[in-house]
Each structure stands twice: as structure tokens, then as C-alpha cells.
């Protein structure tokens, strides 16, 4: 198989589109695939091909303040972080809406993502029911959680916070998988998470995963710190091609 890798751009949004040539213009399952902190829609590029392989349609955005769309962060600890998560959340719809609108997707959706990428996709778990499957790479499915992490460390530090940061940040609760477990349905959702991950917490999904045993989640764990490698990419692969139907 010989894939395409198609740069555009989606209203404002730059994308890498991975497909296998010969499908281009065919409906298919659509998985969008999110990036990390500080990196840019190359980095999860490899992943994107494995699943290209598979028969699906996957999209790589550069989220907001990231890749071709990169700015100077805030001093401000977390307002970058969350605005660029808040991006994603707002733009993911616009991104389904234009490859349904070419008539190339055929009703399953996949999403997935590494670390802030992961946190996104937990956060469009809550509000987008139409989404089949989904992955969660070193992320948290507890914005809240993590919010307050964030906010114990800067006070520690020392650094700035505003007195009003959860207002500023109260959508978050809106966002929250974990307090909204309810929205996840029977939809399979997979975490790979490093147990010895410094960045987000391992025991953050953990406690996720022990609340919600009746819930079609499934946890790979391993003695890895905040790391994809590429048997981490053949799981996450594994899980969609299981999952979504290429038919």
C-alpha cells in the first residue's frame, strides 16, 4: 500500500491528511489524531501511517499555539496549555463537518491522542456522541484534577497565578470525563500510560479506570516515564482497526 500524505489546511487549521492513495476520494472511518504539548501534528505522523495502513482515514491537526501555528507561550503557567486544549475542543466538529461534507467518511469516527492530545480526547468524549472509539495516550481523563495539580505546583513554585484561574478555566468542568463518566456510554476507550510518567499522573487514570470497572476502558500500563514508542503505536493501532470497521 502506498500512502498519501496530503498538507492542507482546513479554514485556519493546518492538517496532514494520511490515506491510502487509491482511497482518497472513498468514505471511510475517520480517526483525528492529536499531538502533545510543544510538539507539532509531525510528531504523530508514524502513528498516523500505521493506521493509514489499517483503511482509515486519519487527520493530523496542529492544535492551536503548536506547529504551523506556534506562539510565544504565556509566563502565565497553564493559559497556553488549556487555551490550546480549549482550540482543539472547539475545532474538532469544524474538522469532521469538512470531510462529511466531501462525502469521504462513512458515519465512524475515531480520536486519539498523546498527553494534551490525550486530555482532548477525553474532553470530546463528554459532549460528541457520534465519536465510536477512542484512545488516550498519557493523558488524564481528570482536567480537574489535573487543574488543581497545576495550580498546588505554581503556588509552590511561586510563580503567578491570577486569583480568578478557575473561572478562567471553569469550562473545564464542562470537559471533565471523569465526573461525567455517564457520557462514555459503552464507546471502548483505551489509556497506555507509563507508570513512572513525570509529566501527567499514572495514578490519575488508574483511579479512573478502578471507579469505572463496568465501563468498556481498558488500561495498558508499563515501567515507562512520559514516552511513545512504536509497540505503544501497534496497540493503539491494534485498538482502532478492532474497533472501527473498515467495511
Known amino acids: 500500500m502506498k500512502l498519501a ?14 490515506v491510502d492513495e487509491t482511497m482518497i476520494y472513498e468514505p ?32 493530523l491537526p496542529d492544535a492551536a ?8 507561550r504565556s509566563p502565565i503557567p497553564s493559559l497556553t496549555f488549556w487555551n490550546s486544549i480549549q482550540s482543539n475542543l472547539f475545532e474538532f466538529s469544524y474538522i469532521v ?17 498523546v498527553s494534551m492530545g490525550g486530555m482532548t480526547t477525553c474532553g470530546l468524549l463528554t459532549k460528541h456522541p457520534e465519536i465510536t472509539a477512542a484512545a488516550c495516550i498519557m493523558g488524564s481523563p481528570a482536567m480537574i484534577k489535573y487543574r488543581e495539580r497545576i495550580q498546588y505546583h505554581a503556588s509552590a513554585a511561586g510563580f503567578f497565578l491570577p486569583n480568578d484561574y478557575e473561572a478562567l478555566v471553569s469550562w473545564i468542568n ?13 464507546r471502548p476507550l ?23 470497572p463496568q465501563k468498556n476502558i481498558e488500561l495498558i500500563s508499563e515501567t515507562e516515564r512520559h514516552l511513545v514508542k512504536g509497540e505503544t503505536m501497534n496497540l493503539v493501532t491494534d485498538f482502532f482497526e478492532k474497533h472501527l470497521s473498515v467495511e
Open 65 to 72: 499555539n503548536h506547529g504551523e501555528r506556534k506562539t510565544e
Open 174 to 186: 464542562d470537559y471533565d470525563l471523569q465526573s461525567q463518566i455517564e457520557t462514555l456510554a459503552a
Open 28 to 59: 471511510m472511518p475517520l480517526i483525528i489524531y492529536y499531538h502533545g504539548w510543544q510538539t507539532a501534528k509531525e510528531l504523530v505522523l508514524t502513528q498516523g501511517r500505521k493506521l493509514a495502513q489499517k483503511g482509515f482515514r486519519v487527520v
Open 5 to 18: 500524505i496530503r498538507k492542507r489546511k482546513i479554514g485556519n487549521i493546518p492538517i496532514l491528511e494520511v
Open 97 to 113: 463537518d469538512f470531510f462529511e461534507n466531501l462525502g469521504v467518511t462513512n458515519g465512524q469516527i475515531g480520536v486519539g491522542g
Open 190 to 212: 483505551l489509556f497506555w500510560h507509563g507508570t513512572e510518567d513525570e509529566k501527567i499522573p499514572y495514578e490519575h487514570v488508574k483511579a479512573f479506570v478502578d471507579q469505572f
